[in-house]
């Protein structure tokens, strides 16, 4: 499975690899990139909740605009 994140607040590469540690870390996901010029992250796992995704990246501080 393979969601794209689409992330508003990221103004450098901190901000993309803070949003990267925190995805990388949540039980089922397989693989994240996150990509500051694209202000998106595409995220690879065998199971995806897209609410603890949100989750997860607004309590850090940016806005998920979209989750496809």
Not at 41 to 54: L, Q, R, S
Request: charged share 35%.
């Amino acid at each position: 499975m393979e969601k794209i994140i689409e992330i508003e607040g990221m103004s450098c590469e901190h901000c993309a690899k803070r949003i990267e540690h925190v995805l990388k870390n949540m039980e089922g996901i397989t693989d994240v990139n996150v990509s500051l010029d694209k202000k998106e992250a595409i995220v690879k796992g065998d199971t995806i909740d897209t609410n603890i995704i949100k989750d997860k990246i607004e309590n850090i501080g940016f806005n998920v605009k979209n989750i496809k």
